[in-house]
């Protein structure tokens, strides 16, 4: 059974995401991250769906699954805010699909 799907207007900050499907909108290059949790590659973003827009961080090889215009969908995520605008990621745990739009 699919979790429920919510909408940007419903995210807030701290919580987890069950469900989130989005139209990116951008997609920032690609820099390196070096913390005592993550090492890697992390880009940041936007998407958005009928309700509002809101910040995308794309990890690893998410970097290069995801276009511009391409519709996504983020499960088992978590939504936190930065700089006084929500963001949603994946993180460790979630998983994110893409279908090309």
Partial sequence: MKPTRQKV????????VQR?????????PRRMVYSDTY???????????????VGLILWNEQI???NVGDIIVIESGWCREKN?????????????YVRNG
Wanted: aromatic residues 2%; charged residues 20%.
């Fill in 9 to 16: 207007a419903d995210l807030v900050a701290n919580t987890h």
């Fill in 84 to 96: 006084g605008e929500l963001v949603v990621s994946t993180g460790k745990t979630g998983r994110l």
């Fill in 20 to 28: 989130l499907e989005l139209v990116a909108l951008r997609v920032y």
């Fill in 39 to 53: 090492v890697g590659p992390v880009a940041a973003g936007c998407g958005r769906d009928e309700t509002g827009i």
């Fill in 64 to 66: 290069q699954q995801v």
